[in-house]
């Protein structure tokens, strides 16, 4: 997609969105894209590189975009799990314990540095991400419509950090690679920083998302890409069913059947902002990457012959057809 100052007369609603975030973010595109695939989607995005790539940045200008409450947790090590779901706290006028509702009640949560959090920290997220509540004593307490989780990790540094749990990984719809900008972009980045701060404006509410969301709903997925989707999950355990018993050292567990859920409903938002009403093969393939990457977990021998998540899926998906569904002319 290109981006000039202003977008045309005939964008919709997301577009207008996009433009509106592009203000303040310079490049970023494939992560503008997967944020706003996990909003309608309603799923949840771990984002991974160096600092100071604009992560925080960019879900702050979507948040204001879309008019939705933005809450930023830092996590560390000495956190607990009252520190983001909340706690009771005694009322002494009234001899009564009182709900204080954490910061994880908004619209966007940015969960910055997540693997530094201790276990019961992750897993109090955990249910927030699943079951978008929290329970505090006896009482359970609805989150926000809509709530998405960002997720940052650092993958330079290994002191200080807890590997994430299979199980809270598995809760992220995708996983995004963010890398460095180029020359030019960074140019213009720098030039930005000599000005004041472009002010982001509310372009849509809440209550608007959630119907772009139920429109969202409504794209047309054929039967032939569900069952591609429940294929390459089934390739990562088994590599052998697409002629690549080679990569089955490399792997010790392969995607989850959340992956072939997370996959077409990802395709879906995304065949979805595209403008069209139906899913096309290439929606997958533009997403595989992204919704499995995380979900594979390798073995020992992947790590020494230096073998990625990436470069295994790429592998597969090289491996298999792309079938022709019936629905690419609705």
Known sequence: MSW????PASAGPIEKVLYEVKKTIVGQDNLLERLIVALLARGHIL???VPGLAKTLAVKSLAGAIGGDFHRVQFTPDLVPADIVGTRVYHQPTGEFQVQLGP???NLLLADEINRAPAKVQSALLETMQERQVTIG???????????????????ENEG??????AQVDRFMMKVVVGYP??????????????????IQKIIDPAVLTGLQEEADRVYVDPSLIEYAVNLAHATREPGRVGLTDLARYVTFGASPRSSISLVLAARA???????????????????????RHRLVLSYEALSDEVTADLIIAKIVANMSFPEPAGRGR
């Open 270 to 292: 995304l065949a979805y902002i595209r403008g069209r009403e139906y899913v096309v093969p290439e929606d997958l393939g533009d997403l595989a990457l992204d919704v499995l």
């Open 47 to 49: 984002v991974e590189g």
């Open 4 to 7: 000039t100052d202003a977008p």
């Open 138 to 156: 006896r009482e359970t307490h609805k989150l926000p419509n809509p709530f998405l989780v960002m997720a940052t990790q650092n993958p330079i």
């Open 104 to 106: 994880v009640f908004t």
């Open 182 to 199: 180029s020359v030019t972009e960074e140019f213009v980045v720098v030039e930005r920083a000599l000005t004041r701060p472009a002010v």
């Open 161 to 166: 950090v807890y590997p994430l749990p299979e």
